[in-house]
């Protein structure tokens, strides 16, 4: 594989978000959203995102393969602490590391931005991302039952948590 390179999207990604994106928005169950992005909507999309709350993307020699962001987990003041990541892997770029590798980065920029906590919300069944969930760390903390509807089936989540400072209930 060609030499992978992490860093912040810009407006000129919006269109391979979309591309990479849009695959499980109508092929899989990775994303409860079932309607396609346009590039226009990634562009206003990524506009919202700011330092502490990150889009980045992985290149390769062919271009953006892979990206991942930091999320906002709620809007209320005490939930300023806690971000919520999500990553999607072009389809035939999967399983050569570079979810792991967003996910790394994903989590260091958390730290650095003064997170505490980063929660993944995976589909149950989404065996891949659980186990690297696991791998970086990432524990279960609670299932959500029969939350989504998608290609005419409920859908189970997994809440998977990870804690970035101090023991619970300590920290600024």
Not at 31 to 53: G, I, N, Y
């Amino acid at each position: 594989m060609d030499t992978v390179r992490i860093r912040d999207a810009d407006a000129d990604d919006a269109a391979d978000i979309a591309r990479i994106y849009n695959h499980d928005v109508l092929e899989s169950t990775a994303t409860f959203d079932t309607e396609a992005k346009t590039p226009e909507e990634r562009t206003v999309w990524l506009a919202t995102h700011d330092a502490a709350h990150p889009v980045l993307v992985a290149e390769t020699g062919g271009g953006v393969r892979a990206w991942g962001c930091l999320t906002k987990w709620a809007e209320r003041p005490a939930w300023r602490h806690t971000v919520e990541v999500s990553v999607y892997v072009d389809l035939d770029a999967r399983g050569q590391g570079l979810g792991s590798g967003l996910m790394t980065a994903l989590m260091e920029r958390a730290s650095d931005a003064g997170h505490h906590a980063v929660i993944g919300q995976i589909v149950a069944g989404n065996d891949a991302s659980l186990a690297l969930a696991r791998r970086l760390g990432f524990e279960e903390v609670g299932r959500l039952l029969d939350v989504g509807r998608k290609f005419n089936e409920w859908l189970d989540v997994v809440l998977m948590e990870k804690r970035l400072a101090g023991p619970r209930g300590r920290g600024g």
